[in-house]
């Protein structure tokens, strides 16, 4: 029974598969710790699935695949090294990773797998954090072309966010929060890291050493649980067992185990075994709102079935199916006859607006839920949506509209090309805008505004209606488990007829609402949050990351105004497929503006002036290495005693009398370690050099090369 990646899920014999993963290893080479004797263990404990920090033999897939446990091993590699200068070190990863694959690709107790595990922020920073992204999404490529069912990602953690790779299936993510409150805030955020995919914690745990084991007992389960309420696709207590195996030694100086060195249970194990056991999938609701869910259609014979196949399989206790026929000639009031299970009206030609307006006034919901007759809703759609408005007070909740997989080049293109509907963010969890194709509002704030404008009869409509409800004092939600399949258009003149449409949308916005849009460029909206276009939130060239002082911010982060756009699926990723997407998104870019001026829109003004970044070409590097394990962290220390202070420039981390200075120490699982100095000193300023030098000898570093 194969895992496979299904929306913001995964799936597994057909149904959804919450993952319930243990940590194990690696141990000492005299460890107790056998899988023929832990693997039952851990599945009779609740746990569905393994992950290793190698990659497993024969003998450990047999026993996972035994046990019914899948295991998702970690490809071991040197990423603490500079792999980019030295490409042997990636090459060998490489083909490592490849032979292994080759082996073991079909066995039944693999159930994915990692490339990578939190490569350090200051050397990701010091080789290019694009450079290490490309080469993450090389590897899984890679594994992709050996075995292209198996889900493939790349184990980041919140001071590297911006490393999540381009063509991982999902995203995977090593977080350790000890405060309860601050785990429900900063989980929504891994959505939009996410993008479209599945979001993964792949290691949370307490160490008992310096915390208590009645600590441990309260937190890991609450963990668990907390993951699971905000529409994660699975959970990873971090670890199985205190024994650990680390940079060459036995490590005793932290126990974050489920089990004691001496093989005893902790106190949490018993609490954590119930809470797995105890985990439902969507999570279950003791007084469901009825919610009524109203589609629109005209002409939408050909979507429609669809459409209402998948909204009649939602598994939700109470709701009902509104079908409102827009004017429809071409079959569409028909099938709709023949539908069952369904509440149908029909209009004359009254345009998107006056539709949902009139299903809503035929509603018996507390909670309206509009999609669109080219979506198909997931069958838990219903139950994320109410679970949202069951634990908040917004007026209006949606969530994701992803592009269906396509065996098709043309409809793989106009999915990835720019300008689809899409949600804006305010923050993790508050939405400025949410798309008509998913979009859920409470019935008493819907009247209160008048519902939607029947001026908008194709697009707008949702714009226009988030405006108002927040001009209301109303807020919006977002639950990124609540997703809809959106097919988007099946070819480039009909995507690019729907963007001069809603170019002709966004003229009506402006004659209501031209306060919100911008006065230059390309006149468009003026959006106050960040626009989410479903790729993984990962740094392309060019992209500004919030390091902190000194590159040492623990939370390192990008905050771009805009998403970056979701790749060309792979098996489509050619260099004439790439330049059609090009031109097609050229051409966007020129008429939706066009027919919004056209209809009364402001105009696009194009801008001469460009901002200039300060030049910071490098012109010195500098390698230095310790043989006692002290690198980076103590060198930085050193410097800010003596008047190094911390750098305006993002690419920088310390600077002295104009001088700019980047350090990274690479992990090489021993304590003689190098460490790299990037070294910018503009015409006219002296040479720092000798300075550091000196500051370095003392701490007993010694200079290897000088470029």
Not at 283 to 288: K, W
Not at 648 to 664: E, F
Request: aromatic share 10%.
């Amino acid at each position: 029974m194969q895992l496979t990646v299904d929306g913001k899920f995964f799936r597994r014999a057909d149904a959804y598969y919450f993952l319930k993963i243990v940590t194990y290893g690696p141990f000492p080479t005299e460890t107790p710790h056998r899988p023929e004797l832990d693997f039952p263990k851990i599945a009779k404990s609740g746990f569905n699935a393994v992950r290793t920090y190698s990659l497993p033999d024969q003998a450990m897939l047999d026993q996972a695949a035994q046990s019914d446990l899948l295991l998702i091993p970690t490809l071991p590699w040197a990423h603490g090294c500079d792999f980019i200068a030295e490409p042997e070190i990636f090459d060998s990863a490489l083909s490592t990773m490849k032979n292994w694959l080759l082996l073991h690709r079909d066995h039944p107790g693999l159930g994915a797998l990692l490339v990578g595990n939190e490569i350090p922020s200051d050397m990701a920073r010091w080789m290019g954090p694009d450079l290490v992204r490309a080469a993450l999404d090389q590897l899984i490529l890679a594994a992709k072309e050996i075995s292209p069912h198996l889900p493939v990602g790349y184990a980041s953690f919140p001071t590297t966010e911006y490393l999540e790779p381009d063509y991982a299936d999902f995203t995977a993510f090593n977080l350790y929060l000890e405060d309860p409150e601050k785990l429900d805030h900063y989980l929504p955020r891994l959505h939009h890291i996410a993008g479209d995919r599945p979001a993964l914690l792949t290691e949370f745990g307490l160490d008992t050493q310096r915390n208590t084991e009645e600590q441990q007992k309260e937190l890991i389960p609450k963990a668990l649980n907390q993951a699971h309420l905000a529409g994660l696709a699975g959970f990873t207590a971090y670890a199985w067992s205190d024994h650990w195996f680390n940079n060459g030694e036995t490590v005793t100086d932290w126990s974050f185990g489920l089990l004691r060195r001496d093989l005893s249970e902790k106190p949490a194990l018993p609490v954590f075994k119930k809470a797995l056991h105890g985990i439902q999938h969507p999570p279950h609701l003791e007084n469901p709102p009825k919610i009524s869910l109203i589609i629109c259609t005209r002409n939408g014979a050909k979507r429609l079935t669809s459409c209402l196949n998948a909204a009649k399989e939602i598994a939700y206790p109470n709701f009902e199916i509104l079908i409102i026929n827009d004017g429809s000639t071409d079959g569409t009031q028909s099938l709709i006859e023949e539908t069952k299970g369904i509440t149908a009206y029909h209009l004359p030609p009254s345009g998107l607006s006056a539709a949902r307006n009139y299903g809503a006034s035929k509603a018996q919901g507390e909670i309206f839920a509009f999609t669109d007759d080219d979506c198909q809703a997931d069958r838990d759609w219903l139950t994320w949506l109410a679970y949202t408005f069951t634990t908040t007070s917004h007026a209006a909740i949606g969530g994701p509209n992803l592009p269906p997989p396509t065996d098709s080049a043309l409809i793989a293109i106009t999915a990835t090309a720019p300008g689809a509907p899409t949600h804006v963010m305010l923050s993790d969890t508050e939405a400025e805008h949410l798309p008509g194709c998913n979009i859920a509002i409470r019935k008493s704030a819907f009247e209160k505004i008048g519902g939607f404008d029947p001026i908008f009869h194709t697009a707008g409509d949702d714009v226009d209606v988030c405006w108002r409800l927040r001009d209301e004092g109303y807020t919006l939600g977002f639950s990124g488990a609540a997703f809809v399949w959106h097919d988007r258009r099946p070819t480039p003149w009909r995507y690019l007829r729907q963007q001069m449409g809603y170019g002709h949308a966004e003229a009506l916005l402006y004659q209501k609402h031209p306060d919100r849009f911008t006065r230059g460029g390309r006149g468009g909206i003026r959006w106050e949050g960040c626009v989410y276009t479903g790729g993984a939130l990962g740094i392309h060239h060019g992209d500004i990351i919030y390091s902190g002082d000194a590159g040492e911010a623990p939370y390192q982060s990008l905050i771009p105004r805009t998403q970056p756009m979701r790749p060309l699926p792979h098996k489509f990723n050619t260099a004439r497929h790439s330049l059609f997407l090009r031109s097609l998104s050229w051409l966007q870019y020129h008429l939706r503006p066009w027919a919004r001026h056209r209809h009364g829109g402001p105009p696009r003004l194009i801008s001469r002036l460009e901002e200039k970044e300060a030049d910071f070409h490098v012109n010195q590097t500098h390698t230095l290495i310790h043989h006692h394990g002290s690198g980076r962290d103590a060198l930085y220390q050193y410097l800010r005693q003596h008047r190094w202070h911390p750098s305006s420039s993002p690419h920088y981390d310390l600077c002295k009398h104009g001088s700019h200075l980047i350090a990274a120490t690479e992990q090489t699982g021993s304590k003689s370690a190098r460490t790299f100095l990037r070294l910018h000193v503009p015409p006219g300023v002296v040479n720092p050099f000798q300075e550091l030098c000196q500051h370095a000898e003392a701490l007993g570093f010694e200079t290897l090369a000088r470029s």
